[in-house]
């Protein structure tokens, strides 16, 4: 049997948007499982218990607080329900009919979900014995759930409704498979995840930090983590000055006009930090001054301060701009959501006629990105607007140009694309990169909105060629995204092991005895002035520990230093990637790793 025919046949693991199998499990899934708390815990009063993309949850009133110990309870009286094949039934029924059936068993928030029901009201029934209020779908039994391919997973918080000032539920979450296969290689991904977590890893690392003091959402980076940041900036501007890019510093507070000018006030406030004021009177007035969150306002003012014209188009403004979102502290998570984070933001002020070509040249720009950092397995999104809904400003005429330009880059390009409906920014429409990572999640990375109602709220000129007053159209891009949610993807993509360009400490010099540790010092300055980022171990333990404590680390290079190596002016390499490579001439380590920093490749 060959290597390729051994190989193991890839499990997919569908979301349940994506199988509408999977959803009629999970959903069945979610109401066996209150069967069986409420059967357990008579006490226990159900709320609301929908599908998820990889499972089911369900809320839960209940006296007591549920136990891992009531989690294997609750699955194995599951599995019984289960085996009983159990019909699973619809039925339709008056709002009086409704409301006499809940009081008779004394469910509250049965009738509190039933007052925002529209008919028909519908019931689904489990065997004889237990309903809910549910609009489906479902399997035919219970026999056609797996009890091997379903999982109670935890228990967490929650309020009812979501609202702090109510009730404090139980959540029991759960995931349900079609096959065991499929269950056991979804842990599997857990477990990774759990390995491979920015949170865990950031902190081993020592690359940031969150403090109570500080508050959550804003992270604290160290040396090593700030080193990262800086390595990722440098690269980018580098790219962005070979593209005619301009840098422009902002502040990170404006007068709260500017944002009502943008739109921003109107659509995002909730999403914004509060308003400062001076006194009650200017904030009844909505007067003062806001957190920025968004930097175009700001980009868009230096733009306008002179009269341009044609030639000074296209205009590229960069900056790496720290912006705020006062994001709620249940949806926080490590740095791929938080409250304050930078964004590599740019904002290009082009001609109608300029505008393909340049859009063109950004998503060139984004590709050349992900191809430095590793990142292949990615898809675009056409994030454009919902023509039925109301959260979005301009004409349709500007959307319709402005879905234009992006559909023909796509095309031009050959890109491999999807269309978002609703995922435009409400200002214009977007061309998402969502990069899916080693544990098939998929993230949102880079991005590329071309904008022609800005130009037109903000009134922005250039004189045209024929001396008339022509309106620019704006082209909003980020490679990154933020660095926070960059980093956080990397550290779990990369699992800690960055590629050595990118990696805070290059190279640890082990100096085998105490003898040798003036010259691995001496080495380690060496490099640092030829901008390697190198440091010596001076903590004198042995080798065997020096080593274990530099692949704990994850230092892309060790360099072995014996008294033979000191005398040949020489290193003894081991590298994560590809082990021992025996040993060579200082002067040729130090030729390596400044190719490796240049070309963005390893040793």
Known sequence: MSAIESQPEKIHLPKTSESEQLKKIRHTASHVMAMAVQKLFPKAQVTIGPFIENGFYYDFDSPEPFTEKDLKAIKKEMAKIMRRKLPISREEVSREEADRRIRSINEPYKLEILEGLQEPITLYHLGEEWWDLCAGPHVETTAELNPDAIALESVAGAYWRGDETKAQLQRIYGTAWETPEQLAEYQRRKEEALRRDHRKLGKELGLFIFADPVGPGLPLWTPKGTILRSLLEDFLKKEQVKRGYLPVVTPHIARVDLFKLSGHWQKYKEDMFPLMADDDGDRAQEQGFVMKPMNCPFHIQIYKSELRSYRELPMRLAEFGTVYRYEQSGELGGLTRVRGFTVDDSHLFVTPE???????????????????????????????RDPTSDKYIGSDDAWEKAEGAIRRAVETLGMDHFEGIGEAAFYGPKLDFIFQDALEREWQLGTVQVDYNLPERFELEYVAEDGTRKRPVMIHRAPFGSLERLIGILIEEYAGDFPLWLAPIQVRLLAVGEEQLPFAKQVALEMQLLGIRAEADTSGDRLGKLIRNAEKSKIPVMAVIGAKEVEANALSI?????????VLPVAEVCDRLNSANQNHGNF
């Open 354 to 384: 300029q505008l393909d070509a340049e859009f063109l040249s950004v998503v060139d720009l984004i590709l050349e990105v992900f191809k430095s950092l590793q990142l292949k397995n990615f898809r675009a999104r056409l994030s454009f």
């Open 574 to 582: 081991r590298t994560r990637a590809a082990g021992e490579l025996g």
